[in-house]
């Protein structure tokens, strides 16, 4: 027998013929079923609806259609491979349904992708917008420039006492010889920022505790402060993109911010990782774990990724 002969062959397609990546029929995760469907949905046209009966129909046996379970797990596995995106619509601002699509290849950042359809627009894009003066700003001209003086007490010499005359000193207690201070004194120097950081933060996303957040925000040092009242934005921008809630108790109390500081640069809430940072091999190694290698080149010739959180997630 001649070794040459090509042990599968292919007869000739001219109707009926879909192109399948091999990056698909190999992949190294995919269940067997999850391929079968990706393939089954990749052979329609291009406004084909993914409707749950028929993946059921698809996997069944004979005609018999396989369970709702089984079903959205194939769908949930093509959702975490990227593979298929899943939107939700709204209609006056409730939901009125959840439109899939199907990719060839998996999608980096789906972050980007669905932000896109909702017609957001870039960080910088937003803060310039934020910048430019209302129609009723006033000129520069006529901007004050000079602050306007305060009214002076009446009698200074009684600013101290309450209306039951008890004494109240309004005086900054000296710091210890220790260098510290306790918990409720570094509340009070605290309490500027933490007033900026509250008021800063949308009220509807505000936790009820008010105080357990002053008591959190006075626990942190001086630095950590600053960081968390600089991040927030970044943090609440990102939380958008996953639409995962922004809660504010859980970004004190876990230190949530630190993973900002020295971090990539930010755009409407997605990290850009670059080459040239520590990040970038990791991301690297992650994306070829869940992709094919070629797929990853493509991506990496683009000299970044946008992701949601700064690091990739551990290895199972």
Known sequence: MDDKLPLVRRGRRNARYTAISNDIIDHRTLSPDARIALI???????????QINDIRRLLG????????????????????????IAVEELCHGRFHRLTYYVFDEPLVDPAAF???????????EAAAAQSKPGPNAPRPENRETVASP??????????????????????????????????????TDGSAAFLAFWGDWPERER???RDLAAKLFARLAADDQKTAVQFAGVYRAGRGHTREPKLMLPYLRQRLFAEFAGAPNTDGGRFVITPERPEWARWLDHLRSQHSAALVDRQAARGLFLTTTRWPPPPV
């Open 40 to 50: 089954y949905l990749l052979s329609k046209p291009d406004d084909w609806q993914l």
């Open 61 to 84: 046996t004979g005609d018999r259609p396989c369970g709702r379970n089984k079903c959205y797990a194939v769908i949930k596995e093509l959702k975490a491979s990227s593979y298929v």
């Open 114 to 124: 669905k932000a896109e359809l909702r017609g957001e627009r870039p960080a910088c």
């Open 150 to 187: 305060r009214p002076q007490i009446r009698d200074p010499g009684k600013r101290h006492l309450t209306k039951n005359r008890n004494i109240q000193t309004t005086e900054i207690p000296p710091t210890p010889p220790n260098g510290r201070r306790r918990t409720d004194e570094r509340a």
């Open 207 to 209: 936790p009820r505790q």
